[in-house]
């Protein structure tokens, strides 16, 4: 059914706007592996307009990654577990940085005289 991907895993991202954001996690076939940035980002906009129609406008994905391969457990179960603390430790790495480029790298009064 999927003509543009193998596996599809979604989770909660963290957003600091939103609270949380869908994300979905996307291993796509063969023919579409080799898609360059362009194409990807078309797909991106295909598949989210798609499933704004399919879906509840809030339950779309508002990222959509494109990975090689998806966390899984012995049995072949994704886990999703892992998908979800690993966009919770990007969070977290961005807010530090950029906390500390504003406190510390950032543009300072300084600047202006």
């Known amino acids: 059914m999927l003509k543009f991907g193998n596996e599809i ?12 954001i ?12 080799s898609l360059s940035p362009s194409a990807q980002s078309s797909l ?17 994905p508002r990222e ?23 966009e919770y430790e990007v969070s977290s790495f961005s807010f530090f940085l950029s906390l500390s480029l504003n406190t510390f790298g950032g543009k300072g009064s300084n600047e202006s005289e």
């Open 64 to 86: 959509i990654e494109f990975v090689k391969e998806l966390p899984k457990t012995v049995s072949g179960k994704i886990r999703r577990v892992e998908l979800r603390d690993m």
């Open 44 to 60: 991106v906009t295909e598949l989210q307009t798609f499933c704004r129609k399919e879906a509840s406008p809030y339950k779309y």
């Open 9 to 20: 895993a979604v989770v909660a991202s963290p957003h600091p706007e939103r609270g949380e």
């Open 22 to 33: 869908v994300k979905a996690f996307i291993i796509l076939s063969a023919e579409y592996s």
